[in-house]
């Protein structure tokens, strides 16, 4: 089993920032894509960015040169980091981790108020 762990959501201004980090943990032997999803109410949960296990990266449009995703392998963990936030980021946030099957985080709200 895998287990996965998200902190670091809130509650922030426009233009604002929040970090929100994903830890692995149980039977992992090596984790390939890490990456994070979001899912607005009423909307379908969509790619925000993942990477690779050796460092490539790929965001969606609407987040390139605000957000960046990071990751440590030695510590299994991914991080996003979200700069100039927009009210219409607002969404839960989801972990996604590819392991030999496919692994989600519980969710993390972040909500930007104008």
């Known amino acids: 089993q895998v287990q996965l762990v998200e902190s670091g959501g809130g509650l922030v201004q426009a233009g604002g920032s929040l970090r929100l980090s994903c830890v692995a943990s149980?039977?992992?032997?090596?984790?390939?894509?890490m990456g994070w999803y979001r899912q607005a109410p009423g909307k379908q949960r969509e790619l925000v960015a993942d990477?690779?296990?050796?460092?490539?990266?790929n965001y969606a449009d609407y987040v390139k040169g605000r957000f960046t995703i990071s990751r440590d392998n030695a510590k299994n963990t991914v991080t996003l980091q979200m700069n100039s936030l927009k009210p219409e980021d607002t969404a839960v946030y989801y972990c996604?981790?590819?392991?030999?099957?496919?692994?989600w985080g519980q969710g993390t709200q972040v909500t930007v108020s104008s």
């Open positions: 996604r981790v590819v392991i030999r099957g496919d692994y």
């Open positions: 149980g039977s992992i032997f090596a984790i390939n894509a």
């Open positions: 990477i690779t296990r050796y460092g490539s990266t």
